[in-house]
């Protein structure tokens, strides 16, 4: 099991209800470092989120990228890499 999901309980992210965006800030909260679509994408799934398309990691890079422009919570900070704009992180092109 991964520390994340010690920390947040046995059931890992509640992902119930919950958008991809949601969880994914939950997700960078817990972990306290940038994480990379393919580490988020395992994260949720673990947690019980379903990600019907063919490449869940994709989808999830898609979501937050969207998330990133519009509200700006969420930052990029390397090629398929996250993290939290509280971190003061800037965004990379």
């Known amino acids: ?47 019980g989120m379903r990600l019907r398309s063919g490449n869940p990691s994709n989808t999830v890079g898609s979501v937050l990228s969207r998330r990133s422009r519009n509200v700006g919570d969420i930052v990029r900070v390397g090629r398929g890499c996250w993290a939290l704009r509280t971190w003061g992180h800037s965004e990379k092109d």
Not at 4 to 19: P, Q, Y
Not at 27 to 41: F, W
């Open 1 to 47: 099991m991964l520390p994340f999901l010690v920390i947040l309980g046995r059931h890992g992210v509640h992902s119930r209800g919950r958008t991809i965006p949601e969880a994914a800030i939950e997700v960078l909260s817990a972990r306290k470092r940038p994480l990379l679509n393919s580490e988020i994408t395992r994260e949720l799934v673990a947690g």
